[in-house]
């Protein structure tokens, strides 16, 4: 189910009359029903990008509340096993580096960055509710930066936004002078990393994310090696609110779901140059 608004059908095409596999258009925070029983719900719905979320800042906030107790609503209708999409961003600008799923967060509710923040945060606190009030099964992911093909060029988020300034020619706009640092995990490793956790018996929080570090900088300097483009860094004033530090303590993860990220930046972002490169229209490198 998705209702396209940052979403895209092309994403799904090669899925398009698969056996098992239909697409509803629908917006979450509508009443969703799905005849019959289902094994499992996984609620990933809601703008992501900065762009998106500031764009769209009441959607995202009904997103994750409404459309989160629509979606546990029919979880429990069908007795679903419920996994919630939540975000590094219920850290805020964090004060306690890295971020263990014990940390409370530093979050502004009212900066423009509370929507989507303060939306996960409640999202979180609802499905608990569910799970202790209505002894719903369910399943939390704390996901960290994560990049790979079928990202949308203009979404905002760093990645895109390097790699397609790059292949143009033109210059990499960083925030502030740079020194903000990121954890990029590719998304096959999260994927498997949220894959486990559906399949355990977890039923708190856990971040996935890949714990190397690395500056804004360093990740332009990459990319612009990786690219061989010629383009300078550039710098433009940081957004309010933009988290200094990014970096998942991993411990839970490895501990209970036996997971660590193995895909390096290099064979990522490769794979990633080499998708924008062939959605621009020019031959991959």
């Known amino acids: 189910m998705d ?9 799904i095409e090669h899925l398009m009359g698969a056996e098992g596999f239909r697409f509803v258009k629908q917006d979450v925070t509508d009443f969703i029903h799905v005849p019959g029983t289902l094994d499992y719900i996984l609620h990933f719905a809601s703008p992501a990008s900065p762009i998106d979320y500031l764009h769209l800042p009441i959607q995202t906030l009904k997103v994750g509340s409404l459309g989160t107790h629509k979606a546990l609503g029919l979880a429990k209708a069908t007795g679903a096993r419920f996994l919630l999409a939540s975000t590094s961003e219920v850290y805020g600008d964090p004060l306690l580096h890295p971020q263990p799923e ?3 967060g530093n979050v502004n509710p009212v900066g423009p960055r509370g929507v989507y923040d303060e939306a996960k945060r409640f999202a979180e606190a609802l499905t608990m509710a569910y799970q202790r009030h209505h002894g719903l099964d369910t399943r939390i992911v704390r996901i960290f930066n994560t990049y790979g093909p079928r990202m949308r060029l203009g979404d905002g988020r760093v990645v895109p936004t390097f790699v397609a300034q790059a292949l143009a020619g033109d210059p990499l706009t960083a925030f502030g002078d740079g020194s903000q ?17 559906l399949q355990s018996d977890y039923r708190e929080p856990v971040n996935v994310g890949n714990p190397t570090e690395m500056t804004v900088l360093e990740f332009a300097n990459a990319v612009l ?16 609110d933009d988290p200094k ?8 993860a490895r501990e209970v779901l036996g997971w660590e990220p193995r895909i390096s930046l290099e064979e990522g972002l490769a794979a990633t140059i080499s998708y924008f490169t062939e959605r621009r229209g020019a031959p991959a490198t």
């Not at 940052?6 to 994403?11: V, W």
């Not at 640092?181 to 956790?197: A, M, N, P």
């Not at 090696?225 to 309010?240: D, H, I």
């Open 245 to 252: 530090v990014r970096q998942p303590d991993i411990s839970l």
């Open 3 to 11: 209702n396209l608004i940052t979403g895209s059908l092309a994403n």
């Open 225 to 240: 090696r990786l690219t061989g483009s010629r383009s300078n860094v550039v710098f433009e004033p940081l957004p309010v």
């Open 181 to 197: 640092t990121r954890s990029f995990c590719y998304v096959s490793d999260l994927i498997e990393g949220i894959w486990r956790l």
């Open 102 to 104: 014990s940390y409370w």
